[in-house]
Each structure stands twice: as structure tokens, then as C-alpha cells.
């Protein structure tokens, strides 16, 4: 089996957001099916790669699968002894070596959607895209979308996708990632209601943030219930204002940075 074929896997894993675990021989003493390197993808429901068979890759797999299904996130390892003495869950292997695996949960990778890329939006990504994120910007302005615009992200950590809509912003919600963050800071707040209405309508999304003023908010609230039909729980899902409290600055750049810590911190409660 081609040794491409674990990186492919994890490629795919991570392109259609599904958790996973990477098994990977990490030591081996004497006589081992596979040399230290080997490793194996495990999914949901499939698995890609090879560790040797036998009781060390079932075993794993069971693990691997179980580590999935308590949502796990810290790496750990298990010892193999390969003699005819050994209690084996699946079959004896007699090869007479011992064996050190690593398992390495693949979280999710989360997404991030920012509906306007002006002076803080852009800085919002500079930060953002330096996580290992699924990025969206989407503006309705070419401008803002444009190569040398964006140049500030050449050196991104981020998957970064940019989606120009100058009709119908709120259409890139239905297609973005189940989960992805929202954070609605464009130009107009005609688009900001209107992102906002359709956010609320769109059942796969994660949090929903929006930029602005208390007037604007106390605005919107009303536009959102008696126009849009949207009760207060619903109302209550998007988060206003964003960014930490106690960082009160009105530079762009503070703005994203209190941004950015607000977000990253909601990533890791997720996670935790």
C-alpha cells in the first residue's frame, strides 16, 4: 500500500470535516510486522493505511474508535508484546518483538465565515488566518477582495477561501462548513440586518456574531422580530457586541485582536 495513502486520508477527513485518528508505529524492538513510521488512518467508518493487521491494528482500531466516540483530544500511546504469552484480544501474534503505537486524535478543523473585509475585518484575518482554521471572507466589494489587498495573508496557517457577492451575501451561508463561526461587520447595515435574518434561518451554523453600536443592535432586534418573525431565543443566538469586554479600543487593530481572543477562546470551550 502506497505510503501516500495515510496523507490522502487525513486530506480527506479533513475536507469533509470529519473527526479521525492517526495511528502511527512509533518504536519497534526485534520482529514487528511493520517498521517504526508505518501508520494507519482511522475513521468513523473506515480506515486507510496498514500498522501490520493482526491484534495490533484490530486493537487499535478499537481504541482509535473509541477515542472518537468520547470526542478525546490528547495523543497516547500503547505497548505491543509479540510472543505466544501474550493476552491477545484479537489473535496471537508471535513475531517475538514489542511494539509502540501512537494514537493522534485529527479534530474537526474549525471555520470561521467574516462578512466584510474593511479596515477591521481585514485585520481580523491577518490574525485568524495565522490559526489552523477554515477561513471565509466574503464581501460584497471586489476591492476589498482583491490580490494585492489580501497579499498581508501570503503567509497563512488558514484554509482561506474568498467569495466576492455583490447581489446576495447571505447566499454563502447555506454553503459554508457545519459549525462555522459568523462574524457579520460589513460596510452596510442593510447587509448586516440582512446577513443577520438569514443566519438565523440557517440551522448549521455556529455562533453568529455582529459588529456595532447598542442603537444599531436595539434596531436590528426589532427589525429581526417583527419582520423577520424571529422569537427572542432566536434573537438571543447572535452576540453583540463582540470581542472581550475590557478592551475598549477603536483602532481596527485592537478591535480584531479583542476579536480574535474572544474567538479563540470559544474555539477551546469547544474543545474542552
Known sequence: ????????AVAGLRER????????????RGHAPRDAGAKL?????????SIGG??????????????LAAG??????????LNDKAVNQHGVQCCGGTVVVLLEPLPVTKALAIFGVGHVGLELARIMARQDIELHLV???????????LEVLA???????????????????AHLPHGTHILIMTHDHAEDAALCDAALRTDHLGTIGLIGS???????RKRLAEEGGHDAAAIDRIKTPIGLPDITGKEPATIAVSVAADLLRTFESETA
Open 1 to 8: 500500500m502506497p505510503d501516500s495513502t495515510w496523507v490522502a
Open 17 to 28: 470535516r470529519e473527526s479521525g485518528v492517526l495511528v502511527t508505529v512509533a518504536a519497534v
Open 41 to 49: 488512518v482511522v475513521g468513523r467508518t473506515g480506515t486507510w493505511g
Open 54 to 67: 493482526g491484534n495490533i491494528e484490530a486493537v487499535a482500531i478499537d481504541r482509535a474508535r473509541e477515542m
Open 72 to 81: 478525546e483530544a490528547e495523543p497516547e500511546l500503547m505497548d505491543f508484546a
Open 139 to 149: 464581501d460584497s466589494r471586489a476591492d476589498m477582495l482583491t490580490k494585492e489587498r
Open 155 to 173: 503567509d497563512e496557517a488558514a484554509e482561506v477561501h474568498v467569495h466576492h457577492t455583490p447581489l446576495l451575501p447571505e447566499e454563502v451561508l
Open 214 to 220: 447598542s442603537a444599531k443592535w436595539a434596531r436590528f
